[in-house]
């Protein structure tokens, strides 16, 4: 047999530090012997001890971090090596007991093994080879009714099986059918659906007419005037009521002043009928109109004055936006200036004149000319116009308070002052006053000089209603005065010539029922036409997911579903073949299963007496050769007996050692973690000496052999805390060490007493150096020592 040492690299690793740190100890302690010479001056600053302390520090870590690698690998091979020995000990533990047992069981037939023991076994093996014959015998039996069965059962299915199939042609004709039969319904509800929604739609059109026939005839304006023929031929034969004509006939005069006055006898006027929006629209304020409101009125007016005209043969009176400013304007400027009816007739006129010629209409496009003279501006006015006008005041407002107080009331619409206006004409037409005035600002327009005559009206704040007609002559008229606008002029923005208003407008007590019953019935009509739409969007879904695209007849349809009917019957008797073919074949298989029930009961019967046979045969056996098995299971036992006690005593050996190899390794752990913690601290204090740049400090070291007190830097002395927690550890250490075979004892004695020299060494050298570098270094050598010394020695190769 043959010794086997386990020494590793890294085992190996860690003794080659101890002894570098040894030698490295030995160099500083020459080194320091060197520096204490007298003649050497101890020059070192702070810094570059703090820079020493670092570099020593990290020297420090260095070693411990190869200590614990070395450590680790050292636990682990312990490890490895215990755990192979423990599942080697468990094998062999097992196996003798099984050795044992079998032991126990060879025993017990020796003793069975008699003469009679032997003839009694004999006799069972033939009870049980009597036994298995007759079950083989009866399991035979048993697997006829099996094989007819399983025959029953494959015709049945195969009946079953043609029987689903035609239940599964016969579902899909009808599906094919029914398909067919979708088809034709969604064509035909939806053409039903589309006729439905077609009448629907032109039911609510038809009704929808003739509301808006009534209610364009609600919301239609209507007025007008139809003059007599008598008050035609009167208006025409003007010319010869004045005196200096040569036709001047004082009777015709007359004539026609009584057709002037019989107007509204003779006429046939249309009673007013406003809009409904005309009704409602609210007049703040009659006396100051809006531009809008007046222009408005305007084209009332002019829309009256025009059906007559129609009626006369001259030509339409027109309305422009300057037009309606210039009479806003003047009748604005008649109101500041003071002046009303209540005046006498000569003052009125004079101050009529004056305020309206102080208006200036530039902003209406006429031009204004100031008067040079103040005397004449004051009597007349400031401006001189280009332009040729009449005005007339036909009425006012039947709410005025007075002439004097010059108020009105403000409780009007759109339609009273049109109303209003309605009436004025009318008045107009029927006032034969000096030459025919009024009526003939209504009916003028026969002049060949004259271009275009226009129209502007508004309420002033006295409630006056002023009808301004403008007449626009050629550049000269017969007269040679200058008159015309210029085409250029914003006078001309928004002309329009009002058509006649119409005759009939507005509903009738009649209509309004009529109107009434309308949109109550085409409430209803529309309620049905949303209905028919959404029955209309449901079958058309319905249709293109059919993927329907054209309407069948009738018949088609019918035939359709005569042809599901007829698949529908098939598919029926198909499923009660069916039924009856699924009913045969479970009958059928419920035999089988019955048979192969019994057929099972008798081949587990034979499987018993089998095993009977067979267990009877090897007891025999075990009776007759009893002694041969007996020394065999003696010898196996002695074996693993054998093999038990080795095992152990292999296993025994690694327990120590990975004890050892642990607490070195923790040992290892707490070194590098106290060499790390110096190196940080050493670093913060390099780096804090090198911020402030302190005075540097030295020391001069004297000789191992002086007495007297060493200087040193501070920075080199080791907090003797420290050296003492670490000589702890290395105490505990050296305990568990202890406890280890002599031989182990002998060789970390030598260990310990090798860095014990090298303490006492550099403590010499340097008093307070000795710290826990070598203290732990020391303590994991020793440590590493002992474990492989305890792995080394008795390990025997087995043969």
Known sequence: MKKQKLVTLATAAVIAGVT??????????????????????????????????????????????????????TADQTTAAKDSAQAQLTTATSNASTAAASQATAQQNKDEATSAGIAQAETAVETAQSTAATASQAASEAQQPVASAQAEVNTTSAAATTANSQVATQQQAVSAAQTQVNKDQAATDLATAQTAATNAQNTVDETNSQVDALKAKENTESAGITLSQSYIDAYNSQGTYNSQDENYNPDLLVQVENEIKNFPNTATIIEYQPTAADEEAKVTDAGQLTFDQSKELTTFAASIINGIRKQIGVAPIKVTDGAVKIIMLRAAQEVKEGNDAGKSNALYEQNFNKAWNDADLTSAGIKSNLVSDAEIANEVGKYNYEINGRDT??????????????????????????QKVYEAIQSMLANPNQYYEEPNSLLTGKDDELLDQYLGVVFDAYGNLHMYFIDNYKATDNSGNEYEIPTDSNFFNGETTPAPLSATGGLTTADQAKLKDLQATLTTQQATLKSAKAALATAQAAATKLGVTAAVDATILQADQAKLATAKAALATAQKTATTAQ??????????????????????ALTAAKTAQQKAEQHLANLQNADANLAAANAAVAQAQTDLVAAQAAYDKTVAPAQAAATALAAAKAVLANAQTKLAAAQADLAKRQAADTTQKTVVLQPATSSASAQQTAANVQG????????????????????????????????????????????????????????????????????????????????
């Not at 048979?595 to 009961?601: C, D, S, V, Y």
């Not at 060494?761 to 340097?766: H, I, P, S, T």
């Open 20 to 73: 570098a740190t040894t030698n490295n100890l030995d160099s500083a302690k020459a080194a320091t012997t060197t520096t204490t010479e007298p003649q050497t001056q101890a020059t070192n600053d702070a810094t570059a001890q703090a820079k020493a302390k670092v570099t020593s520090a990290q020297a420090d870590v260095a070693d411990a971090t190869a200590a614990q690698a070395a450590a680790q690998t």
């Open 393 to 418: 005041l036909p009425m006012r407002l039947d709410s005025t308070t007075s002439w004097i107080n010059n108020g009105i009331e403000s409780s009007y619409t759109m339609a009273s002052l049109k």
């Open 583 to 604: 009913a045969a074949l479970n009958s059928a298989k419920a035999n089988l299963t019955k048979a192969q029930q019994k057929a099972l009961i008798a081949d587990q």
């Open 720 to 799: 003797s805390g420290s050296s003492v927690r670490q000589l702890a550890v290395d105490k505990t250490a050296s305990s568990k060490v202890t406890s280890q075979p002599v031989i182990l004892k002998k060789q970390a004695q030598n260990s310990a007493t090798k860095a014990a020299r090298s303490q006492q060494f550099v403590g010499q050298a340097l008093p307070q150096a000795n710290g826990a570098k070598q203290s732990y270094l020391t303590m994991i050598g020793l440590l590493l020592l002992s474990a492989l010394g305890l792995g080394a020695y008795g390990k025997k190769r087995r043969v």
